[in-house]
């Protein structure tokens, strides 16, 4: 089953971690995190900067 990529913006301290490894999925928007192409990357890289972003 596939799985989605999301941010919870309210715990983003906007390090920039998920953005640099997975610019493809994720772009700051207003200063935080936010999963504009969840499906723009492999599955696994997403799931790899998702894993940062925690
Ligand atoms: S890695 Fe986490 S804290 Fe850093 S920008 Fe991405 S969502 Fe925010």
Known sequence: MA???WV???ACISCGLCVSLA???FKFVDGKSFAY???GAPQKKSRN???AAR
């Open 23 to 25: 610019p493809e999925v």
């Open 37 to 39: 192409d969840p499906a």
């Open 8 to 10: 919870d913006t309210d």
């Open 3 to 5: 799985k989605t990529v």
């Open 49 to 51: 900067a998702s894993m």
